[in-house]
């Protein structure tokens, strides 16, 4: 007999996560996340996997700083390989197995273009501190004569 799966309230999701019940709502309404199944006159229920969905998408907006659209674009790539990984899964043929891997290329390019964009930011950033602080040397150089 397998253990029923608990449900969280939009609360229980927001406080597990560490982001506002009201960020719930706005990731449904932009689609990051899924709408929560709810019955008529009852409360959002969630289940395991929304609460590690909704981890995933904190994690990639504050290791990344991605705004909300890039974020959309990673999750919509993120889903669309999950759907190719599936099909590669159940495909019968080399030339059907080819097709999939070949269209899961372009979403993994576009994952690799929102990190690099980020990596090239933090880079430049890099090097404007270390900048600062080959001045910051020099003057206290200068202090000491």
Known sequence: MSVPEQLLR???LAERTGVTPRTVRYYEELGLLPRSVREHGKHRTYDADDVERLRELTRLRDLLGLSLEELKQMVEAQ???EELRQRFAEADS???RLRIVEAALPHVETQLELVRRRMEELRELEHELE???RLIHRRRRELRQ
């Open 131 to 133: 900048e600062r602080r």
């Open 94 to 96: 080399r030339e059907e």
């Open 79 to 81: 889903v669309a390989r």
């Open 10 to 12: 939009i609360g229980d």
